[in-house]
Protein backbone atom coordinates (compact mmCIF):
# COMPACT_ATOMS: atom_id res chain seq x y z
CA UNK A 1 0.00 0.00 0.00
CA UNK A 2 1.84 3.19 -0.98
CA UNK A 3 0.14 6.34 0.19
CA UNK A 4 0.25 10.08 -1.35
CA UNK A 5 0.95 8.41 -5.06
CA UNK A 6 0.19 11.64 -6.46
CA UNK A 7 3.80 13.20 -5.80
CA UNK A 8 5.60 10.12 -7.04
CA UNK A 9 7.67 10.61 -10.13
CA UNK A 10 7.15 8.38 -12.81
CA UNK A 11 10.80 6.47 -12.43
CA UNK A 12 9.02 5.82 -8.65
CA UNK A 13 5.63 4.31 -9.97
CA UNK A 14 7.80 2.29 -12.96
CA UNK A 15 9.84 0.94 -10.04
CA UNK A 16 7.17 -0.10 -7.94
CA UNK A 17 5.28 -2.11 -11.11
CA UNK A 18 8.66 -3.71 -11.65
CA UNK A 19 8.68 -4.87 -7.82
CA UNK A 20 5.35 -5.98 -7.28
CA UNK A 21 4.89 -9.72 -7.96
CA UNK A 22 1.13 -9.47 -6.85
CA UNK A 23 -1.58 -6.37 -5.74
CA UNK A 24 -0.43 -2.84 -5.05
CA UNK A 25 -2.89 -0.30 -3.95
CA UNK A 26 -1.81 3.30 -4.77
CA UNK A 27 -3.87 5.98 -2.86
CA UNK A 28 -3.34 9.91 -4.00
CA UNK A 29 -5.63 12.96 -4.40
CA UNK A 30 -4.61 15.46 -7.68
CA UNK A 31 -5.37 18.27 -5.89
CA UNK A 32 -2.72 17.74 -3.43
CA UNK A 33 0.03 17.50 -5.53
CA UNK A 34 2.94 19.68 -4.43
CA UNK A 35 5.54 18.36 -6.05
CA UNK A 36 5.29 17.99 -9.81
CA UNK A 37 2.85 18.45 -12.19
CA UNK A 38 0.15 16.71 -14.82
CA UNK A 39 0.04 13.06 -14.14
CA UNK A 40 2.98 10.81 -13.00
CA UNK A 41 0.63 7.82 -14.20
CA UNK A 42 0.80 8.76 -17.82
CA UNK A 43 4.07 9.60 -17.61
CA UNK A 44 5.21 5.73 -16.49
CA UNK A 45 2.43 4.08 -19.01
CA UNK A 46 0.18 3.20 -15.96
CA UNK A 47 -3.36 2.95 -16.97
CA UNK A 48 -5.52 3.08 -13.90
CA UNK A 49 -9.00 3.47 -15.72
CA UNK A 50 -11.68 0.95 -13.99
CA UNK A 51 -9.36 0.34 -11.26
CA UNK A 52 -10.07 3.15 -8.35
CA UNK A 53 -12.25 3.58 -5.91
CA UNK A 54 -13.54 7.14 -4.44
CA UNK A 55 -13.32 8.07 -1.18
CA UNK A 56 -15.96 10.64 -1.06
CA UNK A 57 -16.03 11.08 2.99
CA UNK A 58 -13.32 13.49 4.69
CA UNK A 59 -12.68 12.16 8.26
CA UNK A 60 -10.07 14.21 9.12
CA UNK A 61 -11.59 17.66 9.12
CA UNK A 62 -14.83 19.77 9.71
CA UNK A 63 -17.56 21.14 8.01
CA UNK A 64 -16.38 24.73 8.01
CA UNK A 65 -12.83 23.65 7.41
CA UNK A 66 -13.74 21.49 4.69
CA UNK A 67 -16.32 23.88 2.96
CA UNK A 68 -13.81 26.66 2.98
CA UNK A 69 -11.01 24.34 1.60
CA UNK A 70 -13.39 23.47 -1.37
CA UNK A 71 -14.41 27.00 -1.94
CA UNK A 72 -10.81 27.62 -2.43
CA UNK A 73 -9.94 25.00 -4.76
CA UNK A 74 -13.18 25.66 -7.01
CA UNK A 75 -11.46 28.36 -8.22
CA UNK A 76 -8.94 26.40 -10.13
CA UNK A 77 -10.18 22.59 -9.91
CA UNK A 78 -10.25 21.59 -13.36
CA UNK A 79 -13.71 19.79 -14.32
CA UNK A 80 -12.16 16.36 -14.85
CA UNK A 81 -11.13 16.44 -11.03
CA UNK A 82 -13.21 14.79 -8.81
CA UNK A 83 -15.01 16.27 -6.32
CA UNK A 84 -13.31 16.91 -3.09
CA UNK A 85 -14.82 14.79 -0.16
CA UNK A 86 -16.95 15.57 2.51
CA UNK A 87 -17.36 15.73 6.04
CA UNK A 88 -19.82 15.53 9.05
CA UNK A 89 -18.04 17.11 11.52
CA UNK A 90 -19.69 20.46 12.89
CA UNK A 91 -16.87 22.36 14.28
CA UNK A 92 -15.99 26.76 14.73
CA UNK A 93 -15.72 28.57 11.44
CA UNK A 94 -12.11 28.98 9.80
CA UNK A 95 -10.72 32.70 11.12
CA UNK A 96 -8.79 35.40 8.63
CA UNK A 97 -6.43 38.00 10.50
CA UNK A 98 -4.63 39.87 8.04
CA UNK A 99 -2.30 42.98 8.60
CA UNK A 100 0.09 45.89 6.38
CA UNK A 101 3.27 44.66 8.16
CA UNK A 102 4.55 40.94 8.96
CA UNK A 103 5.60 42.42 12.51
CA UNK A 104 1.64 43.03 12.72
CA UNK A 105 1.04 39.33 11.93
CA UNK A 106 3.40 38.28 14.28
CA UNK A 107 2.22 40.24 16.97
CA UNK A 108 -1.80 38.69 16.07
CA UNK A 109 -0.04 35.00 15.93
CA UNK A 110 0.91 35.21 19.59
CA UNK A 111 -2.16 36.37 20.61
CA UNK A 112 -3.98 33.75 18.78
CA UNK A 113 -1.64 31.95 20.71
CA UNK A 114 -2.21 32.66 24.30
CA UNK A 115 -5.95 32.76 23.75
CA UNK A 116 -5.72 29.02 22.69
CA UNK A 117 -3.32 28.16 25.64
CA UNK A 118 -3.97 30.70 27.97
CA UNK A 119 -7.84 31.37 27.88
CA UNK A 120 -9.31 28.27 26.38
CA UNK A 121 -6.91 25.70 27.89
CA UNK A 122 -5.41 23.78 24.94
CA UNK A 123 -2.76 22.08 25.48
CA UNK A 124 -0.08 23.40 23.52
CA UNK A 125 0.64 20.28 21.73
CA UNK A 126 -2.44 20.63 20.21
CA UNK A 127 -1.26 23.83 18.34
CA UNK A 128 0.46 23.60 14.96
CA UNK A 129 2.01 26.54 13.40
CA UNK A 130 2.82 26.09 9.75
CA UNK A 131 4.72 28.31 7.67
CA UNK A 132 6.00 28.48 4.22
CA UNK A 133 9.64 28.19 4.74
CA UNK A 134 12.13 26.82 7.24
CA UNK A 135 13.22 30.08 7.63
CA UNK A 136 9.85 31.42 8.37
CA UNK A 137 9.77 28.21 10.89
CA UNK A 138 12.81 29.62 12.71
CA UNK A 139 11.59 33.00 12.99
CA UNK A 140 8.33 31.75 14.98
CA UNK A 141 9.83 29.78 17.29
CA UNK A 142 11.84 32.92 18.19
CA UNK A 143 8.93 34.63 18.70
CA UNK A 144 7.11 32.35 20.49
CA UNK A 145 10.11 31.11 22.91
CA UNK A 146 11.06 34.89 23.64
CA UNK A 147 7.14 35.10 24.66
CA UNK A 148 7.83 31.92 26.93
CA UNK A 149 6.11 29.12 25.25
CA UNK A 150 7.96 25.94 24.34
CA UNK A 151 8.25 24.97 20.70
CA UNK A 152 8.55 21.86 18.92
CA UNK A 153 9.65 22.06 15.26
CA UNK A 154 9.07 18.48 13.54
CA UNK A 155 11.61 19.00 11.34
CA UNK A 156 14.36 17.82 14.50
CA UNK A 157 15.48 14.59 15.00
CA UNK A 158 14.70 14.61 18.30
CA UNK A 159 11.28 15.89 17.47
CA UNK A 160 8.34 12.45 18.89
CA UNK A 161 4.73 12.98 18.23
CA UNK A 162 4.53 11.96 22.02
CA UNK A 163 5.90 14.57 22.99
CA UNK A 164 4.13 17.09 24.97
CA UNK A 165 3.83 20.43 26.24
CA UNK A 166 5.22 22.59 23.02
CA UNK A 167 3.91 24.32 20.45
CA UNK A 168 4.38 22.52 17.23
CA UNK A 169 5.98 24.28 14.06
CA UNK A 170 6.24 22.87 10.48
CA UNK A 171 6.52 24.12 7.37
CA UNK A 172 3.41 23.75 4.93
CA UNK A 173 5.16 20.88 2.21
CA UNK A 174 6.42 18.69 5.62
CA UNK A 175 2.88 18.86 7.06
CA UNK A 176 1.86 16.97 4.01
CA UNK A 177 -0.17 13.70 5.40
CA UNK A 178 -0.37 15.01 9.05
CA UNK A 179 -3.11 16.47 10.75
CA UNK A 180 -3.58 18.85 13.93
CA UNK A 181 -6.12 19.32 16.20
CA UNK A 182 -5.57 23.52 15.70
CA UNK A 183 -3.34 24.74 12.83
CA UNK A 184 -2.73 28.57 12.91
CA UNK A 185 -1.66 28.75 8.87
CA UNK A 186 0.86 31.93 8.92
CA UNK A 187 1.14 33.07 5.46
CA UNK A 188 3.21 36.25 4.82
CA UNK A 189 3.92 34.80 1.49
CA UNK A 190 4.79 31.80 -0.12
CA UNK A 191 7.78 29.62 -0.51
CA UNK A 192 9.82 29.45 -4.43
CA UNK A 193 8.14 26.86 -6.82
CA UNK A 194 11.30 26.44 -8.70
CA UNK A 195 11.70 26.25 -11.85
CA UNK A 196 8.28 26.07 -12.95
CA UNK A 197 6.66 28.39 -15.93
CA UNK A 198 4.28 31.20 -13.84
CA UNK A 199 0.72 28.44 -14.55
CA UNK A 200 2.45 25.21 -12.83
CA UNK A 201 3.85 27.08 -10.13
CA UNK A 202 0.30 28.83 -9.58
CA UNK A 203 -1.18 25.63 -9.15
CA UNK A 204 1.36 24.41 -6.89
CA UNK A 205 0.98 27.19 -4.59
CA UNK A 206 -2.66 26.73 -4.52
CA UNK A 207 -2.26 22.69 -3.96
CA UNK A 208 0.13 23.80 -1.54
CA UNK A 209 -2.18 25.85 0.68
CA UNK A 210 -5.22 23.04 0.05
CA UNK A 211 -3.19 20.72 2.06
CA UNK A 212 -2.20 23.22 4.75
CA UNK A 213 -6.16 23.76 5.32
CA UNK A 214 -6.72 20.51 5.52
CA UNK A 215 -4.71 19.77 7.57
CA UNK A 216 -6.92 21.28 10.95
CA UNK A 217 -8.90 18.72 12.27
CA UNK A 218 -10.68 21.33 14.45
CA UNK A 219 -9.53 24.40 14.29
CA UNK A 220 -7.88 26.71 11.30
CA UNK A 221 -6.73 29.76 11.93
CA UNK A 222 -5.13 32.24 8.70
CA UNK A 223 -2.61 34.71 9.20
CA UNK A 224 -1.45 36.63 5.49
CA UNK A 225 -1.62 40.22 4.13
CA UNK A 226 -3.86 42.81 3.97
CA UNK A 227 -3.27 42.87 0.54
CA UNK A 228 -1.25 40.00 -0.62
CA UNK A 229 0.66 40.39 -4.02
CA UNK A 230 0.59 36.65 -5.29
CA UNK A 231 -2.83 35.71 -6.63
CA UNK A 232 -3.29 32.48 -4.39
CA UNK A 233 -2.98 34.35 -1.31
CA UNK A 234 -5.16 37.22 -2.47
CA UNK A 235 -7.83 34.64 -3.64
CA UNK A 236 -7.44 32.99 0.16
CA UNK A 237 -8.29 36.00 1.27
CA UNK A 238 -11.36 36.80 -0.26
CA UNK A 239 -12.51 33.24 -0.01
CA UNK A 240 -11.93 33.57 3.58
CA UNK A 241 -13.20 36.64 4.02
CA UNK A 242 -16.39 35.68 1.64
CA UNK A 243 -16.16 38.41 -0.89
CA UNK A 244 -15.49 37.56 -4.25
CA UNK A 245 -11.87 37.29 -5.79
CA UNK A 246 -10.47 39.56 -7.75
Given amino acids: YVDESQD ?12 TRRGLVLAGDAGQTIY ?19 LRTSFRTTCPIQEAADRYRALTRREEEEPNPQAFREGPVPELYTAATRDE ?31 DVARIGQLLTRAGRAVANIHDE ?3 FSQTGAVRLSTLHSSKGLDFPVVLLYLPGLPSQ ?5 AAGDTLARNLIYVAMTRAMDNL ?7 PAEKPLADLVAVLADRPPA
Fill in 8 to 19: LTAVDLKALKMM
Fill in 36 to 54: GVGSPYRRAGIDIAGRTRV
Fill in 105 to 135: IDRLLLARVGLFVDTLGYDPENLTVLAPTRG
Fill in 158 to 160: AFA
Fill in 194 to 198: GDYDE
Fill in 221 to 227: SVFTMAA
